[in-house]
């Protein structure tokens, strides 16, 4: 795996500014304004607080990965705390709270804690599954403006995000054990998440008109998608080494 284009694309991105967020409110229902703002204060949370990974990872023994991942796994961090700030100025647009903490965020945190690097860093990947999935259902429903960009602008790092951990998982996945223990992890932990999620968001999803059942759809649609990216990547790199070994002997 070729971790350098990912450190050069974090590193790309840790160019751009900050985006403003003005006159967030311009549009949407009183409802609309309560119910995202308190959404986008939880998820503010939930950007914050990942910095341990990108010191474990270092001792982390693993032939597929190199200096570069490791660099590339710092800057996603500090790319999340990007979000963080510029989730907290759409709040502060919108006049929301500032909250200190949520049962949904402890979870999450807890989750993050679990042992093993790769449960971890499958909690983050079930992460940006709900934050493409239910960030683009919301920007969906967004009329234009400067709230509208700095989301996409999000959705489009976590679809990044997402490749960049389906491209860790894919060098991970060596042998038929380890791919079926993805997948029972990825699923198990995904869905856990994405109904968590679903519920504690409810409200918002009903104010801007999204069907729960949808958005439901949305979610476990991305983690199919995630489970068949990772493994035929997996599945290709394991068709390379086979035909490397043979031309070799
Ligand atoms: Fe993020
Ligand atoms: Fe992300």
Redesign the pocket.
């Known amino acids: 795996m070729a971790w350098t284009s990912w450190r050069q694309h974090f590193e790309r991105n840790a160019t751009r500014p900050v985006p403003l967020v003005v006159d967030a409110t311009r549009g949407l229902t009183a409802d609309q304004v309560r119910e995202l703002a308190l959404t986008l204060a939880r998820f503010q949370l939930g950007e914050t607080g990942e910095g341990r990974i990108a010191h474990e990872i270092r001792k982390f023994d693993d032939p597929a990965i190199d200096d570069d991942y490791c660099e590339a796994l710092g800057m996603f961090v500090r790319e ?1 705390g990007r ?1 963080a700030r510029i989730l907290g100025r759409c709040v502060r647009s919108l006049g929301g709270p500032r909250l200190s903490g949520t049962w949904t965020e402890d979870l999450f945190r807890h989750g993050r804690g679990l042992a093993g690097v790769r449960l971890k860093l499958i909690v983050l990947l079930s ?2 599954v709900i ?1 493409v999935g239910f960030y683009g259902d919301i920007v969906d429903a967004l009329p234009e403006g400067s709230l509208r960009d700095a989301l996409e602008q999000i959705v489009n ?2 679809d990044a ?1 997402m490749a960049f951990h389906n491209d860790f998982f894919s060098s991970q996945l060596r042998s038929p054990a380890a791919r079926l223990a993805f997948r029972a992890a990825w699923w198990t932990v995904a869905t856990s998440a994405c109904t968590v999620v679903l519920w504690d968001h409810r409200k918002t999803l009903t104010v801007f008109g999204r069907s729960r059942r949808a958005t439901a759809r949305r979610l476990v649609a991305l983690i199919r998608k995630v489970e068949g990216d990772v493994l035929s990547a997996a599945t290709q790199d394991d068709a390379v080494s086979t035909r490397e070994w043979k031309m070799a002997v």
């Open positions: 999340e979000h992460a940006e934050a790092d976590e995000h």
